[in-house]
């Protein structure tokens, strides 16, 4: 069989729990090449990763938007797809993603994501979550293939640190262009258990600090209390009242990551020089 035109690019970083099953089924998908970029793992993960492929590189501690786009750079192919080291692809569907990509007029095509698992409170929110978000917007880079040339055009911001996915919506979609969502979909692990949640969305808060920055304070999406209330309303309309509380601490997580991250670029902002 013909290997796929696509590189895929995996940025990983202490993942040893789920990155042999992304890499296996990423195999099974026929790829022409894998490119892993490590985020200075203290676990297996490198290990793991050179099992597969030899294209295994590292970040040197600058973070996920650095690391998917050197992958980028580092990449051979014309098409490249980006999978998060907690996915796994179901059979075909690289080349389910690439078929519709190349039908549409589409800049990159996303994989529907699917829950891995719903043995944990966690898990099922943010599993339902997920599903009204895709419905309304899609996801963006977690499980997506697109053409390079795109992705050297439009080059992921490093300020932003990992949130790569809606900045490159903004700045496409500015341009005129659209992000597809494909029939094909991945199976994603959920953060399981609060400590993972927790951490997660302390990141994303400290995150929306750095869009705020970037875009300006207008974007009511940049604002996670504002963002949690319209989820509230949302469980409320849908009838999934148990999910309140997990869009409550979301709230609380997110907005404590954001004041953090307001105070760490004001802390950067005294730092640098001043231009006599």
């Known amino acids: 069989m013909d290997k796929l035109p696509v590189s895929v690019i995996i940025a990983a970083r202490n993942a040893e729990g789920t990155i042999e099953e992304c890499l296996s089924s990423v195999q099974r998908n026929n790829p022409a090449e894998i490119i892993v970029v490590d985020g200075n793992s203290t676990d297996r993960t490198v290990e793991i990763s050179r099992r597969y492929t030899e294209r295994v590189y590292s970040d040197e501690g600058r973070e996920y938007n650095y690391a998917q786009q050197l992958g980028a ?8 797809a980006y999978v ?9 569907t690289l080349a389910a993603l690439l078929a519709e990509l190349k039908a549409s007029d589409c800049v990159s095509m996303q994989a529907k994501i699917l829950a891995a698992s719903l043995s944990t409170y966690w898990e099922r929110a943010t599993d339902w979550s997920f599903r009204l978000f895709q419905a309304r917007r899609g996801i963006g880079l977690s499980a997506a293939v697109l053409r390079r040339d795109t992705i050297m055009k439009y080059k992921l911001d ?22 597809g969502n494909s029939s094909a979909f991945v199976y994603h692990h959920h953060r399981a258990d609060l400590k ?5 969305r302390f990141r994303d808060g400290w995150m929306a600090a750095r869009y705020i920055k970037k875009y300006g304070p207008w974007h009511v999406g940049f604002w ?35 004041v953090k991250g307001f105070f760490e670029l004001i802390g950067e902002a005294f730092k640098k020089p001043r231009v006599k």
Do not use: H
Request: proline content about 8%; hydrophobic content about 40%.
């Open 158 to 179: 490093p300020l932003l640190k990992a949130a790569s996915d809606y900045d490159f919506q903004l700045r496409t979609e500015r341009d005129g262009y659209k992000l």
């Open 224 to 258: 996670p209390p504002l963002t949690r209330l319209y989820w509230i309303a949302i469980c409320l309309i849908k009838g999934k009242p148990n999910f309140i509380p997990y869009f409550v601490l979301m709230g609380i997580v997110e907005t404590a990551g954001m």
């Open 84 to 92: 998060d080291a907690d996915i796994v692809l179901p059979e075909g």
């Open 73 to 80: 750079e580092q990449a051979n192919q014309e098409y490249i």
């Open 196 to 200: 993972s949640f927790v951490k997660q």
